[in-house]
């Protein structure tokens, strides 16, 4: 079936094909990823606010929110899953699980995170099929249409898992609350850590897109299995850069001394400058803020030759800890913290 029986099918209108076939063959694929993905484009902006119940104003931040820009006021883009989604966004003010402005910074925590999700899959798909075509032949319209056909494929095959995954997270989010972390923006104590890959600047300039790849995804495989196998929660990867937190300040540091290990004895990995502080964290949005992340990022960036670098705080923690050994560095001006005294951290053999 071609793109444009499968869109008369669909039942797109006539001189909406027209019009996207007009414009090349590229907007025809396009328009069927939104057939495919969303269903048929019914509504503006202003008739899916009337019918959501609220102002356009209000729908239009919900839809930043998530991550997109704003669409002409008469442009028909939205469809009905567009409207059940918004209703249902709506629904969670309405039964007071949040209120507006908490529920709009929700939809950008979800936005952001589902957003990742997408383009990674969607990256891994065209690289696939882009492989495949250059070994066995294939036009640029064959490799697009087959990227749209897979995406397409991914909804009911992933709908369990996102479905499954969310109650997991939303398991463990609901244990730490009751366990005592507390509430968002309500303070707490825990051992924040961040680790940066040393010269990673200078090896973005040296290496291919393909090797870069590979280092980066090595450092995210690591990390990951690193920091939930001793017991630590990774909060984010920054490229280069991963920070994680741990309730206790010996579950951090074995992270810490491990992840450098592990890096270093990595074939294709640079060594890593990793930071702690221990201290009082404010959550908000599945992140973590506060002077004691900014000492912890401060410390990771300090150029040393011991790879892991504490704070007084992390210090006083494992003072009753045998596991480690802490030798006092010297005092350093860190930005924006001032002068602080600063200690190296390894295992005691």
Known sequence: MS?????????????VIDAAESQGSEALRLLAVDYLLLGAPAYTSTQIAKLAGIDEDTARRYWRALGFADVPDDEVVFTDLD???????????????????????????MGHAMSKIADAQVSSIGSRIEQSAQEHGGTADEISEAIVNDTSRLVPINESFLS?????????????????????????????????????????????????????????????????????????????????VAEQARVAADIAITLAERCAADEILPGLRIGLAHGPLIRRAGDYYGPTVNLANRLAGLVSLEPVLVSWSVRDALREEPAFSIKRSRNRHLKGL????????????
Do not use: C
């Open 3 to 15: 793109l444009r029986e499968y869109l008369v099918a669909e039942g797109a209108p006539a001189d």
């Open 83 to 109: 409207l059940a989604a918004l209703k249902g966004a709506l629904m969670l003010t309405e039964a007071g699980f949040a209120k507006p402005e908490v529920n709009l910074q929700i939809a950008r925590v």
């Open 338 to 349: 001032g002068r602080t005294s600063v200690y190296s951290l390894r295992r005691a053999w």
């Open 164 to 244: 499954y995954m969310y109650r997991r997270h939303l398991a463990a989010a609901a244990k730490r609350t009751v366990a005592g972390e507390g509430s968002e923006e309500t303070g707490l104590t825990l051992t924040v850590g961040f680790a940066d890959m040393v010269g990673f600047t200078a090896i973005t300039r040296r290496l291919e897109d393909q090797e870069l790849e590979a280092l980066v995804e090595r450092f995210e495989t690591i990390s990951y299995d690193t920091i939930g196998s001793l017991g630590g929660r990774l909060v984010k990867m920054i490229g280069d850069e991963v920070m994680f």
